[in-house]
């Protein structure tokens, strides 16, 4: 099993940026598929993007494309979502979450780091 515990949220203007972290106890990081999600207020999770075991290959969701990119420090064992160019829609609960499989759900998820983006 993993552990995934998020940090780095808070409050940040519109235009500006944020780094996200999610260090793993337990397996190695190259053991799962990973991804960051997030939950505003009164709306469903979404997927915002995902990363391959050997962290060379990444998805993003078309809403933050361009400006959020994902990334993996393997010696750390953590991985890190830099947001940059926030928007007031960015504001959410950010989390973190591991995967075996392509075919399974995620299976294992952090707590979550509060992002908001004021205008």
């Known amino acids: 099993q993993v552990q995934l515990v998020e940090s780095g949220g808070g409050l940040v203007q519109v235009g500006g940026s944020l780094r996200l972290s999610c260090a793993a106890s337990g397996r190695t990081f190259s053991s799962y598929l990973l991804g960051w999600f997030r939950q505003a207020p009164g709306k469903e999770r979404e997927f915002v993007a995902g990363?391959?075991?050997?962290?060379?290959?990444?998805v993003y969701a078309d809403s933050v494309k361009g400006r959020f990119t994902f990334s993996r420090d393997g010696a750390k064992n953590t991985v890190y979502l830099q947001m940059n160019r926030l928007k007031p829609e960015d504001t959410a609960v950010y989390y973190c979450?591991?995967?075996?499989?392509?075919?399974?759900?995620?299976?294992?998820w952090g707590q979550g780091t509060q992002v908001t983006v004021s205008s």
């Open positions: 979450a591991a995967r075996t499989s392509s075919l399974s759900e995620y299976d294992y």
């Open positions: 990363l391959s075991r050997s962290g060379s290959s990444t």
